[in-house]
């Protein structure tokens, strides 16, 4: 596990991990999330995909990892409740219209 040091200037952090069915779904998500650009120079903001932390079979990046630093907790708060908001529609987006999520569902059901 890296170390990470702590960023003065951006002292407020927070790691979401989404887990996805697969990785082409982790992908296309981080596609369409990394589009809107942060609105404020006070917050930073990165995604990646990884690799399932347990479960699974481990061999595909399968979880959607987004990253935000800013410089306090209202700013952070307030990036995250916008990206919450953009991720909603994705994941709508996919149940709606995505063969993967539908076979995943379909199974569960």
């Known amino acids: 596990m890296a170390h ?17 069915p697969t990785a082409r779904l982790a992908s296309a998500a981080l596609q369409a999330l990394r589009v ?20 699974g079979d481990g061999s595909e990046e399968t ?6 630093k800013a410089t306090t907790n209202r ?3 307030v990036a995250v409740n916008g990206f919450m908001e953009s991720l909603s529609v ?9 063969v993967d999520v539908l076979g995943v569902e379909a199974k569960e059901g």
């Open 4 to 20: 990470q040091q702590l960023d003065h200037s951006f002292p407020c952090s927070l790691t979401i991990d989404l887990p996805l």
């Open 75 to 77: 700013m952070l708060r």
């Open 63 to 68: 979880v959607l990892r987004t990253e935000y």
């Open 90 to 98: 994705v994941l709508g987006v996919m149940e709606e219209l995505d």
């Open 36 to 55: 809107d650009k942060e609105l404020s120079p006070l917050v930073c903001r990165s995604f990646s995909t990884i690799f399932p932390f347990e479960g």
